[in-house]
C-alpha cells in the first residue's frame, strides 16, 4: 500500500492469490514510504512492483514510485490497482500493467511476466 493508504485488505488478498499462483511476493504492509518500493525492488531484483491505494489521497504518490523505479530499476514493471484507479489513470502514472481486483491482478502478473505456477 503507497504511503497514505492503510486499508491493506484488499492488498492482502491479492498476495495470497499471488502466492497461490506460484509468484514469489515481499509485502512491504501499508502505508509505504515511496523509497521504500524503490530500495525493495532494487534489493530483491523485482521482476514486478504492484502497487494498491484505496484512497484517492494516497494515489498520488503512484506516479513518483513508478518514475523512481523507471529510473533506478528499469527492468522492473509495475502494476497498479485500487478502488479509484482506472485504466486511464495507470496509463497516465506509466504503469506497465492495471487490474481492478485480485483474480484480475495473477492475470495481469502472468501476462506481464510470464510467472507463476
Not at 491479492?14 to 509485502?27: H, S, T, Y
Not at 530483491?44 to 491505494?53: D, F, R, T, Y
Not at 529510473?71 to 497516465?92: C, D, F, Q, W, Y
Request: proline content about 4%; glycine content about 12%; cysteine-free.
Amino acid at each position: 500500500m503507497v504511503r497514505g493508504d492503510i486499508h491493506d485488505i484488499g492488498k492482502n488478498v491479492v498476495k495470497l492469490m499471488l502466492d497461490a499462483a506460484g509468484f514469489k511476493v515481499i509485502d512491504l504492509g501499508r502505508d509505504v514510504p515511496n523509497e521504500k518500493f524503490v530500495e525493495a525492488a532494487v534489493k530483491e531484483n523485482a521482476e514486478l512492483v504492484g502497487l494498491s491505494a484505496l484512497m484517492t489521497t494516497s494515489m498520488v504518490n503512484m506516479p513518483e514510485i513508478i518514475k523512481e523505479l523507471k529510473s533506478k530499476s528499469p527492468k522492473t514493471i509495475t502494476m497498479v490497482g485500487g478502488g479509484p484507479i482506472s485504466p486511464e489513470l495507470a496509463k497516465n502514472y506509466g504503469a506497465d500493467g492495471y487490474a481492478k481486483d485480485a483474480a484480475e491482478a495473477v492475470k495481469v502478473a502472468k501476462s506481464l511476466v510470464g510467472g507463476g505456477a
